[in-house]
């Protein structure tokens, strides 16, 4: 029984249906998903439910009538409009999701866009029945059982979204009789016959799996750059494969960037900008946006100029001859009119025939303006295709702009690119590319260099499948050839400064993970609070928090591994680390960007392992990154069989373990010395899978 076993009657989750996630408005989506979470409202999503039943129309309706209540979002276009006999009026399948709602009498929350942002659907029976359905919903709306909200942008979306939705659940509550998605268990219930809600796959920012833990390192990460190097760019990969959690991690992280002193978050969805070209206009474009939203009215207004005036700058002649002509015909234009205005007594009929034409012309000149400025000033995709074919070296100017807007922000710039691995390997390259170019290697002295010095640093968080990265890069390098190895692990090296592996799922973990789907909570551990104060005490000194941590039961170990590599990711405890592991360094043969990688690799994988509960001494640890470092694609086949560590032992075993075109690698004396270490060493495969988070320590 749930009392016996120390565990709390939950509160009653409810299944709410959701519209489609709207095109353009990801941060608001995210923070209604959350405040729909955080109120144990469970979204159940009506595209999920098509795509798994079939039915496009049918489907949606029945995911309607079986949940308790409808939230909604106005999008910026229409959506869908299934062909159906079901559907004369050609409706959306979210105009038709509401008025299903409405007929059966289930509260309503739908959000819709105020007048400061413009509807984009072009197409005009669209754009007409998308007014109509914001004015039905309004017209509807009651403000208790029906209710329909305006927002304008993101800044006060989050709080709007939470008290709605707040006062959705008070109004839910209230309702007799509704169906529950997790049960409530009187005591005399045994908890054996729990029904399981439903549950999304979508990203989250309501933690289960102790991601915030992660979250947190990162932010720790990422303030530690910016106050101890202002001026030098970050690029960080999370790594993980497809459904690991990395784009919850983002949505938490960027919670954390949000408290004092805030970042500006620039979300960039990989796969939804990857039919824009080139990469680096889609980077600038969705940087000048985040920036204009972050701003007042008038300010955003002001800054629209000077970024324009700025664009013309770099742009050069093209621009500036276009400008110069349209002027002349303009001031043409114009002095034959008053020519002729002057030279006769024009009748009203005369002055109709004369400013007709004269109109005209004027109305065509603004429209040769626009159609200059995107052509010249990368207004559009095909304008910024003509910069890069009309400059000898267009990515110098590109990347002096890039540094003007992050000089605008009134934070410091980070960005959030997902779904990088759903895109082709070609994109994947020439955008990796554009960002190294716009962050690593933008000219700091062959051009302008003393602005270039006092640009402010850009931060990168590319949440993406390494491996995909990987091989888009020797695909479209696969004629080169090099000793080093694999030359996509090449690329990943010069790429990025920290590789973060998302983090394996501890035993505890996924216990308390399966009871809060189920709805049971655990009461807290004694013992967790004694272990969060000893790793306090602890201090700087990893070896005392290993330590603190070794002491513990799994299940204690777990619940302070958040604490614990917060505390290993200080930099005061990086420092005190990194002087360990000074000796080292003679293994890597002094190269000054492999000793920093390995530096920086140790740290993560450290607070990584720790997340996950795992105590492996220090030196262990750090033979396990030299490997990683050096041999990455030796690594990766002993993650897979840890077991193949044998074959690096004794060459006798290698051909058994090893592919052939690694096996030369493998019998590295090198390698062979680490595995074989005095300190931290031998790696056994029992080793090896802790230090890959195949097991607990």
Known sequence: MARHLGMSAPRPFYRVSVSDPPTGFRRQWAALMSALNDQHLMPVDNNTARVAWGSPLEMSLRVVRDTVAYVAMTNTQYGHVPASRNNPERLSINHLEYREAVRLGRPT?????????????????????????????????????????????????????????????ILLDAEPDLPESIPEHPDDTDA??????????????????????????????????????????????????????????????????????????????????????????????????????????????????????????????????????????????????????????????????????????VS??????????????????????????SNSNPMTRIALHFDWLLKRSKKPVVFFVDDLDRCREDYVVEFLDSVHTLVRDAPRSHYRAVAKRSAPAAYFVVAADGAWIRQSYEHAYSTFEVAEGPLGYLFMDKLFQLNVPMPALGGSTQKEFMGSLLGLTAGPSPQVASASAAIKHAGNDEAAIIETLEGLSPAAREAVAGEAALALASSETRKHTEHTLRKFSPMLHGNPRSIKLFLNTYSMLRSVRTLEGSTLPPDTLALWVLIRVRWPSIADVLARNPDAVEGIKDDLWCADHFPEELRAFAKSKDLRRVVLHDEGGPLTAALVR???GLAEG
């Not at 805030?262 to 206009?281: H, I, K, M, Y």
Request: neutral net charge; glycine residues 6%; charged residues 25%.
């Open 364 to 389: 065509f000149l603004w429209a040769g303006s626009r159609v200059a400025a995107r052509a010249f000033l990368w207004a559009s995709a095909g304008g910024a295709r003509l910069f890069e074919q």
């Open 192 to 361: 054996d016959g729990v029904e399981v809600g439903w549950s999304t796959d979508s990203a989250t920012s309501t933690d289960l799996l102790r991601r915030d833990s992660l979250a947190r390192v990162l932010n720790s990460r990422l303030r530690d750059a910016k106050e101890g190097h202002p001026h030098t760019s970050l690029l960080v990969h999370l790594d993980g494969t497809w459904g690991s959690g990395k784009s919850s991690v983002l949505l938490l992280l960027a919670k954390e960037l949000e408290e004092q002193p805030p970042f500006l978050v620039v979300w960039f969805d990989a796969w939804q900008q990857s039919r824009v070209s080139p990469p680096w206009w889609a980077l600038l474009t969705t940087l000048r946006q985040h920036v204009l939203a972050d701003r007042g009215r008038f300010s955003r207004a002001w800054l629209r100029f000077r970024e324009m005036w700025a664009r013309m700058r770099v742009s050069g002649a093209p621009y500036t001859v276009a400008l110069i002509l349209l002027l002349i015909l303009s001031a043409g234009v114009g002095y034959a009119t008053w020519w002729l205005a002057n030279k006769f007594t024009p009748t009203t009929s005369d002055l109709i025939k004369l400013f007709t034409p004269a109109i005209a012309m």
């Open 690 to 692: 802790q230090c890959c």
């Open 109 to 169: 929350l739908v959000f819709g866009q105020g007048k400061s942002i413009r509807d984009i659907e072009s197409d005009a029976d669209n754009r007409a029945k998308l007014i109509a359905f914001r004015e039905e919903a309004e017209r509807t709306a009651d403000g208790v059982r029906n209710v329909y909200l305006t927002f304008e942008d993101s800044t006060d979306f989050a709080e709007m979204a939470a008290r709605a939705v707040a006062e959705l659940r």
